[in-house]
């Protein structure tokens, strides 16, 4: 079973929130995408971050082993072809569930994946009246979705074909990627997806997200089933992605 945050959050949205929250599950989201190993401990001033962010790291570790590893897939930079994460192998990808249809495209796995890159765009575009609050993002995301009774959310993403420009203000867009609007419907994402297979664009997919109380967890499903980590490089066999 998923462990979760066991530093307490203020009701209050003018109270502080304590840095021992943040410091867990950053420490979490770095464990639980970093096999197979307990990640080392960042050097910090603040003894409470560190001691959290090490506490969230056991407990993200832990749940890597006993369920499944999460990719880090938009915080470990651009992925290229020929270049692969070296992490890749440790990532299994599931059956997405996604029924194939004629004149859409076929997303036949998912990758469960971590990180609140895709999930402060979500939250922006989704719940923009939604205070921000560093280290809140599943948190948030998640109780917008409850008190809109949404189930789950669709944004298309794809890797931009240029390198970004200045700074945009969108995580997503200012570390290489182009991405959609945020829908509750499977098929206005489908079909915005299909926009999105241009010579613009590389490597389109859909994020997907499910609430997951506090976690920063969503799951990538690539266009065809296929990551930019998977392409082999010159001259080897087709790489495997579990």
Known sequence: MTQHNPHHVPDDPNVFVPVSVRAWQDGYDAGVSSPPDVPPTPLVRDPDYADAWA????????DGRAEYWRWAYFTT???EEGRPDHHAHWYTPRDSGVPERQGRAALPRSWPCVGDKPLRVMLTRFAP???????LT?????????QKNVERLYMPVALSASAPVGASGDPLRDNGYEHGEVTASEDEAMDVLAGLTDATVRFPGLIRYTPAAEHDFFELLPVGGELPAERPTRGSGTASGA
């Open 129 to 135: 009246e939604a205070p921000f609050r560093e280290g």
């Open 77 to 79: 930079g651009r992925p």
């Open 55 to 62: 506490e969230g790291a056991l407990a993200g570790n832990a």
């Open 138 to 146: 599943g948190r948030s995301l998640a109780r917008a979705c409850e």
